[in-house]
């Protein structure tokens, strides 16, 4: 994979000791999105100190990833609790947080994306006056309940950081328009591209059964999430209807729907999908079991955030089941259409790209815009140069990039 040069004055102005970053996460895509910027941190001992921590706002699905990436966190808050509340998540893990930068006072505090983890992580660092910095910053729906609770987590985020590393040039100009300094922002493109491309360069081989079946078969796999709280209830059952429809529409799919550990959404799906032969309902798979599950589909049903970004880059079109998106690049670009939680809406989109060749050809050879599995190091050169080490990155989607590029 490609790397950016960068080039490092042989005596900081600031100091020779590593920089230390603290990285705060709690969920399971926060760790997905994290994990190549945590093991290229790792990497440059003598550059970087990396202290990692996690609230465990989720504990099962956290777990599998940190298992799966072989991180093992320097500090774990375990505060998970059955059906706890939004406070009680903030409130248990800015408390646990407190003490721990009290101790390590690193020089900047790492967060990602939008979680109650995210926002707090940056709030705790707000109170130590600890410089926060901001991976996959900008996002924006401007609907304050939609998604609930992640669009205000990401508007508070954004107040309370100094350093914002956008994915896009949208997102940066979201941030702008929001009063940011332009200086303040870099364009990285989205660290979830390198974790695809770490883990496709893998030598490891996803035999699950259900994959072979899809081969046995000649079947065209129809791989779906859905979790998100406003997708909860009627909605919820609103797509699973869809899927039935679907099943009795067209005899060659199935449907492989990975099932969140949520009590609210698993019951609502697996009573009403739990006996279809063409319906397959897992527990929730690996990250490394996702990614081959999505390149063996033929289309993509999702609210997943991250998965609106990885599908494109398989080549797979992708349905989200929303009204409103916060990655409307993808939409732009046409690796992704909106198609929200009515079952009309849902089975007629996936009906035409399963019945029409040209247009699922469309969507799948689209240019996915959220990344060149470079975004990591370009976050990395932003840290140093803000420490007076290194030079300022090139933004992602720039020629000057794309020059820098060189082979390890």
């Not at 690193?106 to 705790?124: E, K, M, N």
């Not at 600890?130 to 996002?139: C, F, N, P, Q, Y």
Request: charged fraction near 20%; hydrophobic fraction near 40%.
């Amino acid at each position: 994979m490609g790397r950016i040069v960068i080039h490092i004055p042989s005596k900081s102005p600031a100091s020779n000791s590593p920089l230390k970053i603290a990285i705060i996460f709690g969920t399971r895509p926060e760790a997905i999105k994290l994990a190549p910027l945590i093991h290229r941190l790792k990497g440059y001992p003598k550059r970087f100190s990396a202290v990692t921590i996690v609230t465990a706002q989720h504990r099962a699905m956290l777990d599998q990833v940190l298992e799966l990436f072989s991180i093992q966190p320097d500090y774990d808050l375990h505060i998970i609790k059955p059906r706890q509340t939004l406070s009680q998540i903030a409130a248990n893990a800015i408390t646990g947080l407190d003490s721990i930068l009290r101790k390590e006072e690193p020089d900047y505090v790492v967060v990602q994306g939008d979680t109650s983890t995210t926002f707090i992580g940056a709030l705790a660092a707000f109170y130590h006056k600890i410089s926060v910095a901001h991976v996959e910053a900008g996002l924006r729906t401007r609907q304050k309940y939609y998604p609930f609770p992640e669009e205000i987590n990401r508007h508070l985020t954004t107040v309370l950081s100094d350093f914002h590393f956008a994915p896009t040039s949208e997102s940066r100009q979201n941030l702008l328009d929001e009063g940011i300094p332009p200086d303040k922002v870099w364009v990285t493109g989205n660290t979830v591209i390198d974790t695809l491309q770490d883990v496709l360069c893998w030598k490891k081989k996803c035999d699950h059964p259900v994959l072979e079946r899809v081969a046995r078969e000649k079947l065209r796999a129809i791989f779906v999430t859905s979790h998100l709280r406003e997708n909860q209830g009627k909605p919820q059952a609103q797509i699973c209807s869809a899927l039935l429809e679907l099943t009795e529409r067209f005899r060659d799919i199935l449907i492989v729907f990975p099932v969140h550990l949520s009590p609210a959404v698993r019951d609502v799906v697996l009573p009403r999908l739990g006996q279809h032969n063409r319906i397959i309902l897992l527990d929730p798979i690996d990250y490394f079991e996702t990614i081959h599950f999505m390149k063996a589909s033929y289309l993509v049903l999702t609210d997943s955030g991250g998965i609106q970004e990885e599908a494109p880059a398989l080549g797979k079109p992708v349905l989200v089941l929303r009204d409103a998106t916060e990655r409307p690049e993808g939409v732009v670009a046409g690796t992704a259409r909106l198609v929200g939680t009515k079952t009309s809406n849902i089975t007629h989109a996936v009906s035409e790209l399963l019945s029409d060749f040209g247009i699922y050809r469309k969507m799948s050879e689209a240019i996915n815009p959220y990344g060149d599995g470079m975004a990591s190091e370009r976050i990395l050169q932003a840290l140093e140069f803000l420490a007076g080490r290194a030079s300022s990155p090139e933004p992602f989607g720039s020629v000057s990039a794309q020059v820098n590029q060189v082979t390890p």
